[in-house]
């Protein structure tokens, strides 16, 4: 079955960079139309980027535009998100997902 795995959370400052890494399992990685999503304190799920099995097919919500980004590394059903210039409203747990099936999240908190 369908295994997301997210790691690379933690504790920045503003301004400061994360990388997320997600690793699959259970499906065609190279094949697949992969997802980051988030969820604030307090707040629902929101997405946050594609990819898509082309790899330079990408798409982003607009807060995050031009500070994040999204790759994949198929050789190693691996899926980034580099995230850059990270303000307080980034704090969020974030997700990776394929049609929906989610991981457990990692925690990131932007924090002075």
């Known amino acids: 079955q369908v295994q997301l795995v997210e790691s690379g959370g933690g504790l920045v400052q503003p301004g400061g960079s994360l990388r997320l890494s997600c690793a699959a399992s259970?499906?065609?990685?190279?094949?697949?139309?992969m997802d980051w999503f988030r969820q604030a304190p307090g707040k629902g799920l929101e997405w946050v980027a594609q990819?898509?099995?082309?790899?330079?097919?990408?798409a982003y919500q607009d807060s995050v535009k031009g500070r994040f980004i999204v790759s994949r590394d198929n050789a190693k059903n691996t899926l980034y998100l580099q995230m850059n210039s990270l303000t307080f409203e980034d704090t969020a747990v974030y997700y990776c997902?394929?049609?929906?099936?989610r991981g457990q999240g990692t925690l990131v908190t932007v924090s002075a």
């Open positions: 259970g499906f065609r990685f190279s094949d697949a139309t």
């Open positions: 997902s394929k049609s929906g099936t």
């Open positions: 990819i898509n099995r082309i790899p330079t097919a990408t």
